[in-house]
């Protein structure tokens, strides 16, 4: 019923900057939380950067260097990756919270998954 599509990361040296983006689409009624995890090898999914509403949250690891953005009415998200590090290398992943028009259930999704990779 709502299906995520990311685009963006690949392959940038230290230092260096990428973009993600992240769109929402289906029975969509509102979105009230949209953001970006990661996942490296052998490590446990993390929390990089969330908004919801006007609020941001970031990880202490990429506070200063990413940015969170969101455009309401493409139901879209955005994340600004700047000043790269090897330790970034990581699968990405969107999540998105909302509710379901018409039924008005919530619903709790995620996209497929972004290679970030950060070469030293």
């Known amino acids: 019923q709502v299906q995520l599509v990311e685009s963006g990361g690949g392959l940038v040296q230290a230092g260096g900057s990428l973009g993600l983006s992240c769109a929402a689409s289906?029975?969509?009624?509102?979105?009230?939380?949209m953001g970006w995890y990661r996942q490296a090898p052998g490590k446990q999914r993390e929390l990089v950067a969330s908004?919801?509403?006007?609020?941001?949250n970031y990880a202490d690891s990429v506070k200063g260097r990413f940015t969170i953005s969101r455009d309401n009415a493409r139901y879209t998200v955005y994340l600004q990756m700047n000043s790269l590090k090897p330790e970034d290398t990581a699968v990405y992943y969107c999540?998105?919270?909302?509710?379901?028009?018409?039924?008005?259930?919530?619903?709790?999704?995620w996209g497929q998954g972004t290679q970030v990779t950060v070469s030293s």
């Open positions: 999540n998105s919270r909302g509710v379901i028009s018409r039924s008005y259930r919530p619903f709790d999704y």
């Open positions: 908004i919801s509403g006007s609020s941001t």
């Open positions: 289906g029975s969509i009624s509102s979105i009230n939380f």
